[in-house]
């Protein structure tokens, strides 16, 4: 099975997404970046994803703040731990051609993408997608930045063809079954 990682890096949080074929959400949380760190430097996300993808800071010309520079240094420690364990740089990717993507128009919002998500992946489902405890829905556990991580992992899956399709030489063991729905439980993050 591949997989794709995807990471919204903030400046003391970052949300991720590692996402499966047909672009199934298998994990996904938002962490304390030094949390993170710590699961890309080891196995257990390190070496999780057979491409990986980090939302890059992009300028537009107006005055930004302390902020966003350290979400800059994090990308960099991130990208870093990434390469130094498996080999490969990560794609930075800026934020506008997701939108596109995912909006047609780069004036789109992080409402515009969740709502276009959730029409590609869950529609006429109630909540979002994200059903219930009892009954899991596509998006179940999804809020705040981890919509924008999976939208940058699907940004991906779309636009790299062999993203999804490159055999993993050591596969990731499947998620242990959910005892209410006997799915696996991405809500649940790697760590």
């Not at 590609?120 to 109630?126: D, E, M, S, V």
């Not at 556990?141 to 991906?156: N, S, T």
Request: hydrophobic letters at 40%; one cysteine or more; proline letters at 8%.
């Amino acid at each position: 099975m591949s997989t794709i990682l995807a990471i919204d890096p903030g400046n003391t949080e970052s949300a991720y997404a590692l996402i499966g074929p047909e672009c199934r959400p298998l994990y996904h949380e938002k962490i304390p970046n030094d949390e993170l760190l710590r699961g890309l430097q080891r196995a257990a996300i390190g070496t999780a994803a057979d491409h990986v993808a980090i939302e890059m800071i992009a300028s537009y010309g107006m005055p930004v703040g302390a902020d966003v520079f350290e979400t800059c240094v994090w990308i960099g420690r991130f990208a870093e731990a990434i390469e130094h364990r498996t080999g490969i740089a990560p794609d930075l990717i800026k934020r506008h051609p997701v939108k596109l993507h995912h909006c047609h128009s780069s004036k789109a919002k992080d409402s515009n993408i969740t709502r276009a998500l959730v029409d590609r992946f869950a529609h006429g489902q109630p909540n979002y997608g994200k059903g219930t405890k009892a009954a899991p829905g596509w998006f179940h556990g999804f809020k705040e930045d981890v919509w924008q991580a999976y939208a940058l992992a699907v940004y991906v899956a779309d636009n790299i063809p062999t993203a999804l399709t490159t055999p993993t030489p050591d596969p990731v063991p499947a998620a242990a079954p959910s005892a209410a729905a006997g799915t696996a439980r991405p809500d649940q993050g790697l760590f």
